[in-house]
């Protein structure tokens, strides 16, 4: 049974940093893409970031030059590093992960920016 855990979320401040870390287990094959979602009290789920076994990555506008995506293929592992962040980035983060097109979802880890 595949699993996505996540790990790294709390209680930041504004202009605070925070590394939300993402490991799968349950499979040989590598996750491809992986990605973070986050979804804010009364919105969408969106799209924050997504990194493909090559190494391209693709940001949402509202995150780019604050997060970085990152990953490591040997152990199916996905990292957020997120930067100077806002009270609106408040919300919980998804990591997502697809073998052969099937998506696979952990939890959710809440993050939270405020004085």
């Known amino acids: 049974q595949v699993q996505l855990v996540e790990s790294g979320g709390g209680l930041v401040q504004p202009g605070g940093s925070l590394r939300l870390s993402c490991a799968a287990s349950?499979?040989?094959?590598?996750?491809?893409?992986m990605g973070w979602y986050r979804q804010a009290p009364g919105k969408q789920r969106e799209l924050v970031a997504v990194v493909f076994s090559g190494g391209s990555t693709n940001y949402a506008d509202s995150v780019k030059g604050r997060f970085t995506i990152s990953r490591d293929n040997a152990e199916n592992t996905v990292y957020l590093q997120m930067n100077s962040l806002k009270p609106e980035d408040t919300a919980v983060y998804y990591c997502n992960g697809a073998i052969f097109g099937h998506a696979y979802w952990g939890q959710g880890t809440q993050v939270t920016v405020s004085l």
């Open positions: 349950g499979s040989r094959l590598r996750m491809n893409p």
